[in-house]
T-cell receptor
């Protein structure tokens, strides 16, 4: 079964620093890839997605992610962290050729931003 | 009004009780899902439905049942609640393939004592 690994359950950065959240998938056939964000006491919100086309994907709030097939990765970045970015981030996949079945999530990475 | 509405937002129930969590949507999406979130485990799929006549088990369906009453309504039942079903439950919807992304409700925090 397709799985998603997020390296680091918690990542701490200072305000203004680079944000890098790592995601790797386990499949020889690249899946469709997503990043979601969950702010405290809220549901999940789609940040960005890769299905086809350009491998560098831009999302909301200044985030972007790059699909790298050779590394089976889809890491999330933001050049300069803001206090409002503090949240939990989830990488997720829909396997290719699965009949577009369901979304499988990683275990999440909590982003902590300090002043 | 929210696109995906979950009720109740919070619920405390006793072991052995039957409880129903409800989800309704105004998105017009055909697909609906129930996920459970536990700290450190991410979200795990309980059940999903691609249309009113289609119900499928997810990764962790034991102890749960669902009903798709209409395209817009999808409810999750715990027939006999147990403490390890204490979790945050999310309903989500998607259009067609789901490649446009899922729309999530705000969640139901369930505590079984």
């Amino acid at each position: 079964a397709q799985s998603v690994t997020q390296l680091g359950s918690h990542v701490s950065v200072s305000e203004g620093a680079l944000v890098l959240l790592r995601c790797n998938y386990s499949s020889s056939v690249p899946p469709y890839l997503f990043w979601y964000v969950q702010y405290p006491n809220q549901g999940l919100q789609l940040l960005l997605k890769y299905t086809t086309g350009a491998t560098l994907v831009k999302g909301i709030n200044g985030f972007e992610a790059e699909f790298k097939k050779s590394e089976t990765s889809f890491h999330l970045t933001k050049p300069s962290a803001h206090m409002s970015d503090a949240a939990e981030y989830f990488c997720a996949v829909i396997p290719l050729n699965s009949g577009y079945s369901t979304l499988t999530f990683g275990k999440g990475t909590m982003l902590l931003v300090s002043p | 009004d929210a696109d995906v509405t979950q009720t109740p937002r919070n619920r405390i129930t006793k072991t052995g009780k039957r409880i129903m969590l409800e989800c309704s949507q105004t998105k017009g999406h055909d697909r609906m899902y129930w996920y459970r979130q536990d700290p450190g485990l991410g979200l795990r799929l309980i059940y999903y439905s691609f249309d009113v006549k289609d119900i499928n088990k997810g990764e962790i369906s034991d102890g749960y049942s669902v009903s798709r009453q209409a395209q817009a309504k999808f409810s999750l039942s715990l027939e006999s609640a147990i403490p390890n079903q204490t979790a945050l439950y999310f309903c989500a919807t998607a259009l067609s393939t789901g490649l446009g992304g899922y729309t999530f409700g705000s969640g139901t925090r369930l505590t079984v004592v």
